[in-house]
């Protein structure tokens, strides 16, 4: 269960869980009301984890890079995205970009709907030349509930090489 991770909200609804349970000290009706709702929360979180590990191959996720990156212009990258669940589903999108870029905090949010397919674009500035290695996609799906996350790996790690723009020598061409 190495993709399987707690949510915030999970956090939050099982520490409230606690304070109930601290409560409970002092005013004794509140011990079978936290335990009762103990069950509850518990029997949810199973339903949360099967609806999330039932389906095999729940979400795919493709890069797709031009074959030259330009140096110092805006690069196009593309996503293809396809949720596989028949559920809607919250995505965190962590795009493992090259080094080089210094991006340390690359995400993307989305909603997918049931069978939905998505193309999404974001825009790199290369700054240096040279090879550019991209890691995996990483996407982290949660359900109706959202009280736990699944990780899904997708995108063998690539490689794009950067050359002199040639966006801008076409530019100085054609003066």
Not at 57 to 82: T, Y
Not at 164 to 171: A, F, H, L, R, T
């Amino acid at each position: 269960m190495r993709s399987l991770f707690l949510s915030q909200r999970f956090y939050w609804m099982f520490g409230g869980l606690v304070v109930l349970f601290f409560l409970s000290f002092g005013l004794d009706f509140l011990f079978p009301v936290a335990k009762i709702l103990m069950l509850v929360l518990l029997m949810v979180l199973t339903i949360d984890i099967w609806l999330l590990y039932r389906t095999k191959n729940p979400f795919a996720s493709e890069r797709e890079l031009p074959e030259l990156l330009s140096l110092g212009d805006p690069n196009i990258i593309c996503l293809q995205l396809k949720n596989n669940y028949r559920f809607k589903i919250s995505v965190k999108i962590i795009d493992e970009l090259p080094y080089q870029l210094q991006e340390r905090d690359f995400v993307i949010d989305e909603e997918f709907d049931p069978q939905e397919s998505r193309e999404i674009r974001y825009t790199i500035v290369p700054d240096d030349r040279g090879e550019y290695r991209f890691g995996r996609i990483n996407t982290f799906i949660s359900g109706y509930i959202g009280l736990v996350m699944r990780r899904v790996k997708g995108s063998k790690p690539m490689m794009g090489k950067v050359f002199p723009s040639v966006i801008q020598m076409k530019k100085l061409e054609m003066l």
